[in-house]
Antibody
Framework: QVQLVQSGAEVKKPGSSVKVSCKAS????????ISWVRQAPGQGLEWMGR????????NYAQKFQGRVTITADKSTSTAYMELSSLRSEDTAVYYC??????????????WGQGTLVTVSS | SYVLTQPPSVSVAPGQTARITCGGN??????VHWYQQKPGQAPVLVVY???DRPSGIPERFSGSNSGNTATLTISRVEAGDEADYYC??????????FGTGTKVTVL
């Protein structure tokens, strides 16, 4: 059984950066794809980007290009999402999710518990 | 960019059938997935690849997809099914796209 456990809530100032972690257990981390999805208060789900740890390759949603960096540490089975130049609109719950991507069938089968990031002066 | 449209809300009496639609241009040519999200919790996958259920998801949850509309059907609705539901596809120009979400209320 795959489990994804995320780091705790953060409060950040506008203009700063935040780094959220996602530690995986169960399965083979290196063979996963891990995505990050966020949800602003009362809003829907928004995909930010993903990483394939075995390849070390990340790709990002156009909206977040240049502001988000997703990395992975295979030795600790942990993925990270760093978002910079924070603004109030980045206040949201950030989720990591294992991503299945096979022959055009792409979905998220396991999710972390979420990390609330609050951006406030 | 690719857009998925869902009705904001659906209300259903216990024991009845709820149908949640997800509209998108030629969505029938894509693989559609559905998530259930209860307040304060992470989303849970309930249907993948149009109509398959993950292990542990009741048979009451089913999906279909054709033309410009995909549908999640919840049969014999229970109070515990009250939640937000999101559809999702992958699109070559938009990457992972989620629907606008539907709040299911059990009367």
């Amino acid at each position: 059984q795959v489990q994804l456990v995320q780091s705790g809530a953060e409060v950040k100032k506008p203009g700063s950066s935040v780094k959220v972690s996602c530690k995986a257990s169960g399965g083979t981390f290196s063979s996963y794809t891990i995505s990050w999805v966020r949800q602003a208060p009362g809003q829907g789900l928004e995909w930010m980007g993903r990483i394939i740890p075995i390849l070390g390759i990340a790709n990002y949603a156009q909206k977040f290009q240049g502001r988000v960096t997703i990395t992975a540490d295979k030795s600790t089975s942990t993925a990270y999402m760093e978002l910079s130049s924070l603004r109030s609109e980045d206040t949201a719950v950030y989720y990591c999710a294992r991503t299945i991507a096979v022959a055009g069938v792409d979905y998220f089968d396991y999710w972390g518990q979420g990390t609330l990031v609050t951006v406030s002066s | 960019s690719y857009v998925l449209t869902q009705p904001p809300s659906v209300s259903v009496a216990p024991g009845q059938t709820a149908r949640i639609t997800c509209g998108g241009n030629n969505i029938g040519s894509k693989s559609v997935h559905w998530y259930q999200q209860k307040p304060g919790q992470a989303p849970v996958l309930v249907v993948y690849d149009d109509s398959d259920r993950p292990s542990g998801i009741p048979e009451r949850f089913s999906g279909s997809n054709s033309g410009n509309t995909a549908t999640l059907t919840i049969s014999r609705v229970e109070a515990g099914d009250e939640a937000d539901y999101y559809c999702q596809v992958w699109d070559s120009s938009s990457d992972y796209v989620f629907g606008t979400g539907t709040k299911v209320t059990v009367l």
